[in-house]
C-alpha cells in the first residue's frame, strides 16, 4: 500500500491533519490502534479557542459546533469564599471561547471522513515506523491477522503521549522535559444541569474544583484528588459532598446532582519534546507535549500543531516549498510553550500544594487578590486562555 501521508493515531490531532489534507487534494491513510467508540468513549477536553473553531471551520466540521456550542465571553475564579468574574470578552477586545466537548469534535471529524470515504484503520496492532530519517518511510501494523506496510512520503505522529512514533525517535535525537505534579483531577460527568452558567474555577482549603459543562443538560466538575486516589473511594455521592465543600453557599444551594456517566481520574503533568520534526516524521498534539487540563489548552495546542503541519505540507506538495516543513517544529514549539507556561502557572495558582507551606499559601492568595484588582493582570489572565493569536 502507498499514500502521501501516513497519520498514525484518531484522535482529535491525527483526524482534523487528515481531513485538512483531505480538503487540499492530499491522500492520507490514518492508523488507529484502537476501535472508533473507545476513542470516542474518552472524556477530555471541553473548550476551544478562536483559532480551534476556525480550524473545524476550515477543515469543514465546524456546523454542529455552532448549533450546539456554547459561548462563552467569562468565567468564575472561587477563592476565599466569593466568586469574581474574569471578563475575557470586555479584556480581550471581544474575543471569546466555545464550550463544546472534545468527543463532539472528535465525532464530527469521523463523520466527516465516513462520509469523503477516507481511509482509517481501526483497531491496528503491532504498529511501527520505519526509514522515517531516510527517503522511503514505511508505517507496519497489523490488521485483522494481517500484517500490512504502508509505503508514504511523510509520518504524522498523532498518536499521543503513549503513542509509538516519539517512542521511535533515537535517545540522541530528542530532548524531553517534564513537570509531574502531586496530585490528579478526579472527573465527573453527569446530565444535570450546570451549577452556573459560566465556568467556575476554585481554589479552596481543602483543594482545586472545577465546574464546568458540556449543554444546558450536562454538567463536567473536577475536583483536586492525591494522585495516588483510586476511583474505588469515590461514590456519586462521595463527589457530590467533597464538590459541595470546595463550592460558595450560592453554587452550593444551585448544585444539581445526579448519577454519573463517566467517572475517571487524570494525573497532572507538563511535558515537551524537541523537536518536533524527524526527517520525513512529524509529532502532533500530544505526541510532543501534554499540559495540565487547568488552562483548556491540550486540544488547543493539538489543534494549531496541525494547522502548522497541514499548511506545511500543503505547501510542499503544492508549491514545491520545504519552507513550511523546515520551520513546522520551531513555529509549534514557541507557541507551546507559552501555553506550558501558561498552563503551569494556572496550575500553579489554583492548587493546594501542601509541600509549599504557609509562605506559599500565602503568595498564592496575594497572586489572586492582585489577579482580581489589577486590569494588567486580569488582562493576561484573559488574553492566554482565548488562546494568543497563531504567529
Ligand atoms: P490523543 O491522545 O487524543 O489521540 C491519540 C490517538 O492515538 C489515540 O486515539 C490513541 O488510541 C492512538 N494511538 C496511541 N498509540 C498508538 C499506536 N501505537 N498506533 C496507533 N494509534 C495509536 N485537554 C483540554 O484542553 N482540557 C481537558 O480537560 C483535558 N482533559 C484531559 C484528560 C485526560 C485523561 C487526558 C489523557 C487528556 C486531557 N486533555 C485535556 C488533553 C487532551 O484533550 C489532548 O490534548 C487531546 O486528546 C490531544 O489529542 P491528540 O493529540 O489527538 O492525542
Ligand atoms: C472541561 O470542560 O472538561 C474543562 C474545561 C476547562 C478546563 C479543563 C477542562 O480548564
Not at 484502537?34 to 466540521?61: F, H, K, N, P
Not at 491496528?124 to 530519517?133: L, Y
Not at 472527573?187 to 474555577?201: C, K
Not at 501558561?342 to 487578590?369: C, I, R, Y
Request: net charge negative; hydrophobic share 40%; with cysteine.
Amino acid at each position: 500500500m502507498r499514500t502521501q501521508v501516513a497519520i498514525v493515531g484518531a484522535g482529535p490531532s491525527g483526524l482534523l491533519l487528515g481531513q485538512l489534507l483531505h480538503k487540499a487534494g492530499i491522500d492520507a491513510v490514518i492508523i488507529e490502534r484502537q476501535s472508533a467508540d473507545y476513542v470516542l468513549s474518552r472524556i477530555r477536553a471541553g473548550v476551544l479557542e478562536q483559532v480551534t473553531m476556525d480550524l473545524l471551520d476550515e477543515a469543514g466540521v465546524g456546523q454542529r459546533m455552532h448549533r450546539e456550542g456554547l459561548v462563552h465571553g467569562g468565567f468564575e475564579l472561587l477563592f476565599k469564599g466569593a466568586r469574581h468574574r474574569i471578563d475575557m470578552q470586555a479584556l480581550t477586545g471581544g474575543r471569546q471561547v466555545m464550550v463544546y466537548g472534545q468527543t463532539e469534535v472528535t465525532r464530527d471529524l469521523m463523520d466527516a471522513r465516513a462520509a469523503a470515504g477516507l481511509s482509517t484503520v481501526y483497531g491496528a496492532s503491532e504498529v511501527s515506523v520505519h526509514d522515517f530519517d531516510g527517503e522511503r518511510p514505511q508505517v507496519r501494523y497489523t490488521s485483522q491477522g494481517q500484517q500490512h506496510e504502508l509505503s508514504c512520503d511523510f509520518i504524522a505522529g498523532c498518536d499521543g503521549f503513549h503513542g509509538v512514533c516519539r517512542a521511535s525517535v533515537p535517545a540522541g535525537a530528542i530532548t524531553e522535559f517534564e513537570k509531574v505534579y502531586p496530585f490528579g483531577w478526579l472527573g465527573v460527568l453527569a446530565d444535570v444541569p450546570p451549577v452556573s452558567h459560566e465556568l467556575i474555577y476554585a481554589n479552596t482549603e481543602r483543594g482545586f474544583a472545577l465546574c464546568s459543562m458540556r449543554s444546558a443538560t450536562r454538567s463536567r466538575y473536577y475536583v483536586q484528588c492525591p494522585v495516588s486516589d483510586s476511583l474505588s473511594r469515590w461514590s456519586d455521592d462521595a463527589f457530590w459532598a467533597e464538590l459541595r465543600l470546595r463550592l460558595d453557599p450560592q453554587a452550593r444551594e444551585q448544585l444539581v446532582t445526579g448519577p454519573s456517566i463517566e467517572k475517571s481520574i487524570a494525573p497532572l503533568r507538563s511535558f515537551v519534546a524537541e523537536p518536533m520534526r524527524f526527517g520525513r516524521m512529524f509529532l502532533a498534539g500530544d505526541a510532543a507535549h501534554i499540559v495540565p487540563p487547568t488552562g483548556a489548552k491540550g486540544l488547543n495546542l493539538a489543534a494549531s500543531d496541525v494547522k502548522y503541519l497541514s499548511t506545511a505540507l500543503i505547501e510542499h506538495y503544492r508549491d514545491k516549498s520545504a519552507a513550511g516543513i523546515d520551520s513546522y517544529s520551531e513555529r509549534c514549539l514557541r507557541r507551546v510553550w507559552r501555553a506550558e507556561r501558561f498552563s503551569w502557572w494556572f496550575t500553579s495558582l489554583m492548587h493546594q500544594f501542601p509541600e509549599a507551606g504557609g509562605f506559599g499559601q500565602k503568595v498564592q492568595e496575594a497572586e489572586l487578590d492582585y489577579l482580581v484588582n489589577s486590569n494588567a493582570a486580569a488582562t493576561a489572565l484573559a488574553e492566554n486562555y482565548v488562546g494568543l493569536p497563531l504567529q
